[in-house]
């Protein structure tokens, strides 16, 4: 909660104007709260001249009286000159009439009031209501949806989307996903439930408040990718659409539960195409060729579904990238999401067979290589690249037509396939070769 600072009001400055006073303002810190700013540190207060002097305008009115400003203060200008035939003593004259005239008008505004009180009790007693306030408002309907808006998308698309809670060993973690089929499958992303993978309890809440417990059915680490089950029928499913005919620049909506605000909505466009993004801890690592977005994506978007113009899904929220130096994360419009062709084949495995599979060419890779492209270190033997020319150090430096620069590249270029896809790697110095992709089961 934000702190309240209470500080006693400085005294008042004689030579500085009313209208030099500036309103304090608050800073939004990283964390959220307010922070007001502490007494003395550029909180502005002013006192008006004294009644005796006369009243100067503001900078930039088209006051002639108006004075220089110099620095911070604002200068009064000195008495005038006692005129030629008039006595020292005859300038006090001047303050009494002042003074009177402030005294009547005291007076008058001291009966005009007692004069309101006394018709407002009479009116009163009388049985005569006060006169209440009514300020006006807009009496208008609720409009329609207007088709292929942000409303009617989002109020289509929310009843598929879920949050998820995972508790496990006393820490837990929230997320979100989609709803798949509506016999109860949900897609979210495996870094989600990993946690709850050995004996920890998932808990799915949907948009209409009802919360259900939900079992793994399965999990692909490659593709950051898992399936959980609810025994729950009936549920709206949400359309899939197609992640290769996304262009940059298309209107994207991201819906998830960023930090646990379930049912939270963000627009922006498809940034990038083809983004390789690594993401996980040693043994768990992801590789994907991701859609980039600017649409706001925070921790707790996870799962949840990237939409299209159309409201189809066109992709995983999975990721975003932060700032290094910073210490907490959020969103600085570099928000990415697994492309949903990739998702669909990694989810029907998972719910047709329990497992996923995983697209390999057969080569080890020489992580020391620091030239452009990836270099082979070693051809495993009864794997896809060993009844081709590929060898060990040969340099590929190209996918299918695709430029790599490293190995990452290489990877996700690959992953980006399915088993048993035939893809042309083109090598440094040597052509091209065509390889069949294996299989490495998860």
């Known amino acids: 909660d934000p702190a309240a600072v209470a500080a006693d009001e400085p005294p008042a400055d004689p030579q500085r104007n009313p209208a030099d006073a500036q309103p304090s303002t608050a800073s939004a810190p990283s964390d959220g709260g307010w922070q007001w700013p502490a007494a003395g540190t550029g909180q502005a207060y002013a006192r008006p001249a004294p009644a005796a002097e006369p009243a100067y305008g503001s900078p930039g009115t088209s006051q002639q009286t108006s004075q220089p400003r110099e620095g911070n203060d604002w200068f009064i200008p000195t008495a005038p000159a006692v005129a030629a035939g008039q006595s020292a003593s005859g300038g006090h004259s001047g303050s009494r009439i002042v003074a009177l005239a402030v005294a009547a008008g005291l007076v008058a505004g001291l009966l005009g009031g007692m004069a309101a ?62 709803v798949l089929q509506s016999d109860g499958y ?27 417990r939900g079992r793994i059915v399965g999990r692909s680490q490659s593709y950051d990718l898992g399936v959980v089950k609810v025994d729950r029928r009936g549920l709206q499913a949400a359309p899939l659409g197609n992640s290769d005919a996304v262009r940059v620049g298309d209107p994207v909506l991201a819906i998830g539960s960023p930090l646990g605000l379930k049912g939270t909505v963000t627009t922006g466009i498809v940034s990038a195409l083809d983004r390789p993004v690594t993401a996980g801890g040693q043994g768990e690592e992801s590789f994907i060729s991701a859609l980039q977005t600017d649409a706001a994506i925070n921790p707790g978007n996870s799962g949840g579904p990237l939409l299209d113009s159309q409201g189809r899904v066109v992709g995983i929220n999975s990721a975003i990238a932060t700032v290094a130096d910073r210490q907490e994360a959020g969103s600085i419009g570099l928000g990415f999401a697994i492309p949903v062709n990739q998702a669909k084949r990694i989810s029907e495995e998972i719910i047709n067979t329990g497992s996923s599979s995983t697209p390999i060419i057969g080569v080890t890779l020489d992580t020391r290589f620091s030239g452009s492209g990836a270099k082979i270190d070693e051809v495993t033997q009864g794997g896809p690249a060993a009844d081709t020319s590929l060898e060990a150090g040969d340099v590929i430096v190209g996918v299918n037509g695709k430029r790599i620069s490293d190995a990452n590249e290489l990877v996700v270029a690959i992953r980006s396939e399915a088993p048993g896809d035939i893809v042309r790697l083109e090598l440094q110095g040597k052509g091209d070769v065509d390889v069949t992709l294996g299989t490495a089961d998860e």
């Open 117 to 178: 009180y006394g018709l407002a009790s009479f009116a009163l007693e009388n049985g005569a209501s006060p006169v209440a306030v009514s300020l006006p408002q807009s009496t208008s309907d609720l409009p329609p949806l207007a088709e292929g808006s942000v409303a009617a998308i989002a109020d289509e698309a929310l009843p598929t989307v879920v949050s998820l809670a995972i508790s496990s060993g006393g820490r837990g973690a929230t997320g979100s996903g989609i």
């Open 186 to 212: 949900i897609l979210t992303n495996n870094h989600v439930i990993a946690d709850a993978a050995d004996g920890g309890r998932i808990t799915v809440v949907f948009q209409d408040g009802e919360s259900v």
